[in-house]
């Protein structure tokens, strides 16, 4: 299952829009199994409150949510940092200065093809990986458990009984914390 997430008014999100639309298309053909799901977050905010708005994917492999990778090489997102920092200057030396939001549409709209190729090969990866743990059940149990130590049978300590007892010393030694204070500073 892939879902994306987008959000009204996001250039991030407009522009992973087109890559997103051209991969399902594609994978469609290639890997029938795959569902893909679109999520606006201003339409349903309380399902999606503490998401990001780039694309995730739901790993049933741990229980968890998966962030789908979709940046470019470094070296390549140095090249087009530099090519938009010059096109910024020159604009602004003809006396048109460039909005953040126009540099941002700038640096999406070149990086797009190759966010696509990240984006799709990050999806296939994931989707095999997926396909070939489909339910780790003991890992999920495992982490459960842990989840319920914390937090009923964990004891829990006071903070002031806790800092007292740190500064105790076990067997009698000398306990620092710190430099030790000179005379000369008093």
């Not at 977050?41 to 694309?55: A, I």
């Not at 002031?160 to 914390?177: A, H, N, P, T, V």
Request: with cysteine; glycine share 4%; proline share 5%.
């Amino acid at each position: 299952m892939v879902v994306r997430y987008h959000q009204n008014r996001c250039t991030a999100c407009n522009a992973v829009d087109k890559s997103f639309e051209f991969l399902c298309h594609q994978s469609a053909e290639r890997l029938p199994g795959l569902k893909f799901y679109e999520i606006n977050k201003d339409e349903v905010p309380e399902l999606t409150k503490n998401l990001v708005r780039f694309p995730q994917v739901k790993g049933y492999s741990g229980g968890h949510w998966m962030d789908l990778e979709f940046k470019p090489p470094a070296d390549f997102r140095e090249e087009l940092y530099q090519a938009v920092e010059q096109e910024v200057k020159r604009r602004k030396d003809r006396g048109r200065p460039v909005t953040a939001l126009e540099a941002e549409e700038m640096y999406f709209s070149a990086a797009g093809p190759s966010m696509l190729e990240v984006l799709q090969e990050s999806i296939v990866k994931f989707y095999c990986k997926s396909q070939v743990r489909l339910h780790n059940y003991w890992k999920q149990v495992s982490v459960r458990r842990s989840w319920f130590f914390k937090k009923f049978i964990e004891p829990r300590v006071e903070e002031r009984l806790r800092d007292e007892w740190q500064m105790k010393s076990l067997f009698g030694e000398k306990i620092m914390y710190g430099p030790e204070p000179k005379l000369e500073e008093f």
